[in-house]
């Protein structure tokens, strides 16, 4: 079995910046793309950013220049740098991981739990 974890969350003021941490453990042989996404009180979840076991990174138009994504494979973690945060960020912030377990021989998608970001002065 494989859990994934975020942490970093908090309550920061407009302009402010967070780290976030996405962590998996496990069964774990690799690792393939590592993903964010969002949700926002009342709003669908939507896609934040993205990037690829070579390192390949993407982002939503609303996070671009903002949002740094990487990665650490020796710890199977993603980081979601956020800076000059807009109270329009608000929202549970989820990691989403396609994982090649040891027990399954597959590639398969595991979700974190979220956390919480809340932008306001």
């Known amino acids: 079995q494989v859990q994934v974890v975020e942490s970093g969350g908090g309550l920061v003021q407009p302009g402010g910046s967070l780290r976030l941490s996405c962590a998996a453990s496990?069964?774990?042989?690799?690792?393939?793309?590592m993903g964010w996404y969002r949700q926002a009180p009342g709003k669908v979840r939507e896609w934040v950013g993205s990037?690829?076991?070579?390192?390949?990174?993407n982002y939503a138009d609303s996070v671009k220049g903002r949002f740094t994504i990487s990665r650490d494979n020796a710890k199977n973690t993603v980081y979601l740098q956020m800076n000059s945060l807009k109270p329009e960020d608000t929202a549970v912030y989820y990691c989403?991981?396609?994982?090649?377990?040891?027990?399954?021989?597959?590639?398969?998608?595991?979700w974190g739990t979220g956390t919480l970001v809340t932008v306001t002065s």
């Open positions: 989403k991981m396609n994982v090649f377990t040891r027990t399954t021989q597959v590639f398969d998608v595991y």
């Open positions: 496990g069964s774990i042989f690799s690792i393939g793309t």
């Open positions: 990037i690829t076991s070579g390192d390949s990174t």
